[in-house]
């Protein structure tokens, strides 16, 4: 208000209406439409009339705040024009008020000029009208999130009942029961509480040749109890030197084993053996391949702890039917391999226990190195990510393998777990053939399941397609023996011990489709 067209409080202003003066008194809070009107009433004409002043000069003075005062001596001409409503309707007048009130919001220099037509009347019904609306559409969302709830829970009802009735093998105690379980994760308390102490582990002798078997290929992992097993590894970190390298207490170790073979599931295939079976070939590989002389202790003590968490709590389905299903862990890790990342996430659930972690004793840096290190090789374990580990490794042999560069050895320890994860072809035959049909009956189950969901199944998991020789040849011939024949490149020992046995496994399993009865659908899958 501090120009020189504003009021201090208020202004009078004189008017010439019909030849007789009339005086209005303006206060400081009035805007154009409430001037409009105060002169409508002196002049006794409708607030809808057009009113027009003039000065003594025969000007035209706007009606608004900032109009200048006048004299007695000098009114304003006062011209009223009154609008026939018949004639131009309701929307003529309409657009009059509405011209009264577009001045109102560009001239007043207040906001008080919205009680004018009740704008806030006007704005609480359309704001009740929107209400209603969104109410409508939230109604309408509810409706298909309760009608996908309902086919979630008929196939989750469904799945129970198909279970219920079914038996599978518990491959860890090689003796019949009932799976019951139905996929979750299991609670961050389960994983890391133990159902069993030392005191119940007991402690086997092993006599020098179990010793040097262990260090072979060729080792036989039907052989073995889960105790045994436990043994079998507890062994594989003592004589590494690995208990001295990371100054483990040797009671720790046998806890940390136990709560990892606590959350290993009862699958047909991915299961506490698969897991030692592929910590044994690890193991065998480090004393075939001397690894100790192309990398540090910890590197192979990172080795053997990722064979040995690279599972943990296996639902049972692969991560294309995680992400299909949209289940938990699909969601956590945004359809990212999820198993994997699951797998990665367990192992360090239990390594933060207190009685289970195993790398208590090391420093802040070795346990950031071995952490980072151990995620790597756990991820890598997605076949998803095969063709692009491959290639980068061949990149490396073409350029001169260096064993003094990280990124070299990174991508040579991805390479050798995932040999180990999918070597047990290079076994012999009694050894890797049960593998086959654990395999097989784990990728069954998930068909069904998939079929049962209405989501899609691979041709190689469905049981009405799929044969042992059709499953296994395409992957020895064009997964298996190129991976390991890569390797050999730079462990050239492992030829006469790793390849050709898959070659052999290859031209066994060709020969047995020949001679095989063919398989209708099989055949057509072909």
């Known amino acids: 208000m501090g120009n020189g067209s504003s009021l201090d409080s ?25 001037i409009h009107d105060l002169i409508a009433q002196a002049a006794g004409v409708s607030r809808y009339s057009e009113i027009t002043l003039r000065d003594s000069d025969g000007a035209l003075i706007p009606i608004s705040p900032s109009m200048a005062k006048n004299l007695p001596s000098s009114p304003y001409e006062v011209t009223t024009t009154t609008p026939s409503l018949a004639n131009a309707g309701d929307g003529e007048a309409f657009k009059q008020v509405l011209s009264q009130v577009t001045e109102q919001f560009t001239q007043s220099p207040n906001m008080d000029m919205l009680r004018v037509f009740k704008v806030d009347e006007m704005k609480l019904d359309l704001t009740n009208r929107i209400n209603v609306l969104e109410r409508r559409l939230e109604l309408e969302g509810l409706k298909a999130v309760e009608i996908e709830k309902c086919r979630r829970d008929i196939s989750d009802i469904k799945y129970q009942i198909l279970n219920s009735q079914k038996k599978v093998i518990d491959f860890n105690n090689m003796r019949p029961m009932y799976y019951t379980g139905y996929y979750s994760a ?66 720790t170790l046998k806890r940390w084993l136990l709560c990892v073979q606590e959350n290993y599931r009862n699958n047909p295939f991915h299961n506490f053996r698969h897991c030692f079976c592929v910590t044994q ?3 065998g590989m480090i004393h075939l391949c001397k690894l100790w002389e192309k990398m540090s202790r910890e590197d192979l003590g990172v080795l053997l702890t990722s064979c040995i968490c690279h599972d943990l709590d296996h639902p049972g389905y692969n991560n294309t039917y995680q992400i299909n299903a949209r289940t938990e862990l699909a969601i956590r890790y945004n359809d990212i391999s999820p198993l994997e990342n699951h797998h990665c996430a367990v192992a360090f659930k239990i390594l933060s226990n207190p009685e289970c972690n195993i790398f208590a004793n090391t420093d802040k840096e070795v346990y950031k190195r071995i952490r980072a290190a151990m995620t790597l090789l756990i991820l890598a374990s997605d076949m998803a990510r095969h063709g692009e580990i491959m290639d980068c490794f061949k990149a490396k042999i073409e350029l001169g393998f260096d064993y003094q560069d990280k990124e070299y050895l990174e991508t040579l320890k991805m390479v050798l777990i995932k040999c180990c ?67 050999a490149q730079l462990f050239p020992i ?33």
């Not at 009078?12 to 409430?34: F, H, N, Q, W």
């Not at 994860?421 to 068909?447: A, K, T």
């Open 494 to 526: 492992i030829d006469k011990t790793m390849v050709e046995p898959l070659r052999i496994a290859r031209d066994r399993y060709e020969h047995m489709k020949e001679t095989s009865v063919p398989n209708t659908s099989a055949k057509k899958d072909e």
């Open 10 to 34: 208020s202004k009078t202003i004189y008017l010439s209406i019909a030849g007789k003066t009339e005086k209005i008194v303006l206060s400081r809070l009035c805007g154009s439409r409430d």
């Open 281 to 283: 070939m690890m193991y």
């Open 421 to 487: 994860d999918i070597s047990n072809e290079v076994r012999p035959m009694e050894v890797s053939d049960p593998w086959v049909d654990c395999l097989l009956e784990e990728y069954f189950n998930q068909s069904d399941r998939e079929k049962m969901e209405g989501l899609p199944v691979a041709p190689f998991m469905d049981r009405e397609k799929v044969t042992k020789p059709t499953a296994q040849i395409g992957f020895i011939k064009f997964v298996l023996i190129p991976m390991f024949e890569t390797v």
């Open 186 to 251: 299991l609670s961050d308390e389960r994983k890391i509480s133990l159902k069993r102490d030392v005191p119940l582990y007991p402690k086997y002798t092993l006599s020098q040749e179990t010793v040097n078997y262990l260090k072979q290929p060729t080792f036989d992992i039907w052989d073995w109890e889960p105790n045994e097993m436990l043994s079998l590894l507890e062994h594989m970190y003592h004589e590494l030197g690995l208990v001295t390298e990371f100054n483990i207490n040797p009671i």
